[in-house]
T-cell receptor
Framework: GIQVEQSPPDLILQEGANSTLRCNFS?????LQWFHQNPWGQLINLFY???GTKQNGRLSATTVATERYSLLYISSSQTTDSGVYFC????????FGKGTKLSVKP | DSGVTQTPKHLITATGQRVTLRCSPR?????VYWYQQSLDQGLQFLIQ???????AKGNILERFSAQQFPDLHSELNLSSLELGDSALYFC??????????????FGPGTRLTVL
């Protein structure tokens, strides 16, 4: 199966800062999703983005399928952005990375 | 709110016992997936059902089984529980059964603690 690597594993930001999270895949995927797991454990869909660029408010994501990576951009971070960000890809069923743990300090 | 519901939210039980976790997919979704999130293994796919039929199997133990009923809700049965089965169990649903190529929406999870 595919391998999913996320970086960085941990990230500490001051409120208002911008950040970029990266996800690399060992093989091509037909599904790529980004999730935010909040401190209460809920997994929240952010983007379904097997290719191209999407934006939703302060968040945007870009996937370059030919180079097997995806980026999640968080601008003007807020304390409510804290949690773990997962990317997941699939050729059949979703394979999750280990996540990036983000802490936004006030 | 993703539209996927899971019950119960929390479950505490003893080793050797059997439990059933329940999931209702989003309205109109035909596929249900089960995932396990543990500290040491991360988020792992267990099994997928599509319109009542098993579609794909992942790292699911033989002590675990699932089914999807005609009304499309699904149950995950965990038996002969061990301490290592303590985890957060997620259900997800999607519209299609197309081998992962559509958006999966996750429920709030069931936190299982085995004592």
């Amino acid at each position: 199966g595919i391998q999913v690597e996320q970086s960085p594993p941990d990230l500490i930001l001051q409120e208002g800062a911008n950040s970029t999270l990266r996800c690399n895949f060992s093989d091509s995927v037909n599904n790529l999703q980004w999730f935010h797991q909040n401190p209460w454990g809920q997994l929240i869909n952010l983007f379904y983005i097997p290719s191209g660029t999407k934006q939703n408010g302060r968040l945007s994501a870009t996937t370059v399928a030919t180079e097997r990576y995806s980026l999640l951009y968080i601008s003007s971070s807020q304390t409510t952005d804290s949690g773990v960000y997962f990317c997941a890809g699939s050729q059949g069923n979703l394979i999750f990375g280990k996540g990036t743990k983000l802490s936004v300090k006030p | 709110d993703s539209g996927v519901t899971q019950t119960p939210k929390h479950l505490i039980t003893a080793t050797g016992q059997r439990v059933t976790l329940r999931c209702s997919p989003r309205s109109g979704d035909l596929s249900v997936y089960w995932y396990q999130q543990s500290l040491d293994q991360g988020l792992q796919f267990l099994i997928q059902y599509y319109n009542g039929e098993e579609r794909a199997k992942g790292n699911i133990l033989e002590r675990f089984s699932a089914q999807q009923f005609p009304d499309l809700h699904s149950e995950l049965n965990l038996s002969s529980l061990e301490l290592g089965d303590s985890a957060l169990y997620f259900c997800a649903s999607s519209a299609l059964g197309s081998g992962g190529a559509d958006t999966q929406y996750f429920g709030p999870g069931t936190r299982l603690t085995v004592l």
